[in-house]
């Protein structure tokens, strides 16, 4: 039996969300344990995505998308008026399923966050620059080209880089949508192993439809259907013993 951790960082309370008149997740409560992988499952259309970009309130742009409940990062509720979502997003960075680099220099792709958030000194910007490289796993690639173009890089590179973008700006949280849906064989697995390296410093939370890098690299699982999270635990414990007939359905591939 694995327990789990009872503090975390960020959590749920509560968090129903609809578009419009429609519900897309019901009464969502959740606590992400720290410095772990959660990953979150479920078929297409349950609210993974919905729920995830919730966390560091990317809903907001979406005018006829309604959040109810509560959501704690630390001790703040994200939606309290002291709270400005660009400083939250700081603290939550996101990872989208396609790499979106900026048309920009691969410096520059890691450098803007921080230097729009204040850093001026180069030499800072360098040395944020190279830390973020480094921990994305992708320095060696890149160190004699920073000034190239991001999209001169592989589909993969590209993704490690919008990585780097995001821990550039030292966040806490990690959210990963699909990170590695779009990407071959081998650079979904470089990836995964990044994920679980730096799951040593973050939070991680990851949306996945591929139940094998699920168990693989999560040490959490969540699985939601029809908008409601069904079941929450030990990925092992979730892989190997569901508690519920439509955990153990999905993980067995009987719909999805
Ligand atoms: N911007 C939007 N406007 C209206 N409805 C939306 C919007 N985004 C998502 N939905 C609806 O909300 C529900 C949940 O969608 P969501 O994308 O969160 O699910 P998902 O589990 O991430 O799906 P997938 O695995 O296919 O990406 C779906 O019914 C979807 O059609």
């Known amino acids: 039996m694995v327990f789990l951790p009872t503090h975390s960082i960020l959590s749920a309370e509560g968090v129903t969300v609809a578009y419009g008149d ?24 349950c609210g993974k995505s ?3 970009r919730c966390l560091n309130r990317m809903n907001d742009s979406i ?3 309604q959040i109810t409940g509560k959501i704690h990062y630390r001790d703040i509720e994200i939606h309290s008026p002291e709270v400005n979502a660009f400083e939250l997003r700081k603290q939550i960075g996101m990872v989208f399923q396609k790499p979106n680099p ?13 230097a729009h958030h204040g850093v001026k000194k180069k030499k800072e910007l360098d040395e944020i620059v190279e830390t973020a490289l480094r921990k994305a796993a992708l320095w060696d690639e890149v160190k004699d080209k920073l000034h190239s173009s991001a999209l001169s890089l592989s589909g993969g590179q590209q993704q490690r880089l919008c990585i780097a973008r995001a821990i550039a ?3 806490q949280v990690l959210l990963l949508d699909e990170p590695a849906s779009a990407l071959d064989p081998i650079s979904t697995r470089k990836i995964e192993e990044l994920m679980c390296e730096l799951k040593k410093e973050y939070t991680i939370i990851v949306v996945t439809h ?8 999560s040490d959490y699982t969540a699985f939601f259907y029809m908008g409601n999270l069904v079941e929450f635990g030990a990925t092992e414990e979730i892989f190997t013993t569901p508690q ?13």
């Open 22 to 45: 429609k519900l897309a997740v019901q009464n969502i409560n959740l606590k992400f344990p720290d410095q772990a992988i959660t990953a979150l499952i479920g078929p297409s259309g």
């Open 50 to 52: 919905t729920f995830l």
């Open 63 to 65: 005018a006829h998308c």
């Open 102 to 114: 900026f048309a920009k220099s691969i410096y520059k792709n890691v450098a803007y966050g921080p």
């Open 169 to 171: 700006l030292k966040p």
């Open 210 to 217: 591929n139940m094998q890098q699920a168990a693989r690299i």
């Open 244 to 256: 519920d007939e439509r955990t153990a359905g999905y993980i067995a591939g009987n719909f999805g």
